[in-house]
């Protein structure tokens, strides 16, 4: 049997390999990969529902002629629960609504499959129409260290443009109050005391993180996306939170619906588009006056080893004629031109979600400086600092 190796293969970009094998074999090992590496301890009603799916031939069937022949392999399990959760969320008093609320317990598979053959046609609409988002608000605590880290020394009013931005909600990273702990100790906070959306990042590892003394109000909001979230709308909210709100993970919801309420109040910039070939001409438009951060969490997985070098381009060449910052928040194996932090910090962590590295590339005078910032968990959740001699 092929065996996974969890440095190279993981849930995003992802699992994407030549095999012989039948391709429902293939699906079923991939919904087992999830259920190992992603569910379990985080979401036991996916980890149920991932063993069981893997185990059914004809449900796998389905699902492989669901998706659209262009999906890649590695994203169709993902996928198909937010097509799945999008139509639980749509019939809230279904049985499988109430195990996915926390309100029922049991096996969740047959009134899963309940669900699945009731709403077959929305479900295969949902996998060839819609895309996986993933705008975890709880990224924001990871986030506000590196934009503090980027504005070192800067004097100048600051645009954020984020790469895959979804809806947008991590360009609010400002309005959320965000309590850095170690153990139970307050290290430092940010952000207003009265904010709706509160966030919790633990801090570990030896290193303290630079936090920033004061929190700056960026002076404009913006990004680009294929399929950009549009917050007014409830079809596009319900769909984020199929993505985003795997069942089991109480604070989700209610951090999901309360960060959309604050983007609906100021609805950010988000333009229509792909990064690859966009990017240069979105980001010519931002005022030299303004200091420039770019950033993107989870986003360049999505995007082909030869985009990402082209996105990659697109930003080093307009920072050979501006000061700027280019943010990202990535598995290493998507973000080549940094140096990834040592192997034994990402072992440290396996098994409390995809470690994934900050890490900042910045142009100062037309020279350019690349550093791995931290690791951290995927969702914001804790943070291990790599940067020595900042606390």
């Known amino acids: 049997m092929l065996r996974f190796d969890r440095q190279h293969l993981t849930q995003s970009d992802t699992l994407e390999f030549v095999s012989e094998r039948d391709a429902i074999e293939e699906l079923s090992d991939l919904f087992v990969f999830l259920a190992d590496h992603d569910f379990a301890g985080y979401s036991p009603t996916y980890e149920q529902l991932a063993r069981s799916i893997a185990a059914n031939t004809q449900l796998l069937e389905f699902v492989l002629t669901s998706a659209s022949p262009n999906t890649r392999r590695g994203r169709i399990p993902v996928l198909f629960f937010a097509a799945t959760h999008d139509r639980i969320l749509a019939n809230p008093y279904s049985e499988i609504a109430a195990m996915y609320r926390g309100d029922s317990t049991g096996n969740p598979f047959p009134p899963f499959m309940d669900l699945v053959d009731k709403e077959r046609e929305a479900i295969v609409t949902n996998m060839r129409t819609r895309s996986v988002q993933t705008n975890e608000a709880g990224r924001s605590s990871i986030l506000s260290l590196a934009f503090g880290r980027a504005r070192n020394g800067v004097v100048a009013p600051t645009t954020l443009f984020e790469i895959g931005p979804s809806a947008g909600l991590n360009l609010f990273f400002d309005l959320f109050r965000i309590d850095f702990m170690r153990e139970d100790t307050l290290l430092a906070c940010a952000g207003p005391q009265e904010a709706s959306v509160r966030l919790t990042c633990d801090v570990r590892g030896p290193n303290l993180p630079p936090f920033p003394a004061d929190q700056f109000t960026p ?65 010519t438009q931002i005022p030299t006056s303004e200091h420039l951060i770019v950033f993107a969490t989870w986003a360049l997985a999505y995007i082909n080893a030869e985009g990402r070098q082209k996105v990659l381009a697109t930003i080093d060449e307009l920072g050979t004629t501006r000061d700027l910052d280019f943010i990202t928040f990535e598995e290493p194996r998507f973000t080549s031109w940094v140096e990834p932090a040592d192997a034994e910090v990402f072992e440290t962590y396996l098994g409390e979600g995809t470690p994934t590295q900050l890490s900042l590339r910045s142009w100062r005078g037309g020279v350019c400086t690349t550093t791995a910032l931290a690791i951290a968990h995927p969702h914001g959740r804790w943070i291990h600092w790599l940067e020595e001699n900042h606390g």
């Open 219 to 283: 002076i404009s909001r913006s990004g680009i996306d294929p399929n950009p979230i549009d917050v007014r709308s409830e079809d596009e909210r319900r769909w984020l939170q199929a993505c985003v709100c795997w069942p089991g993970i109480a604070d989700r919801p209610q951090r999901l619906a309360a960060a959309l309420e604050v983007a609906r109040t100021s609805p950010p910039h988000l333009i229509s588009g792909d990064a690859v070939t966009d990017l240069g001409q979105a980001l």
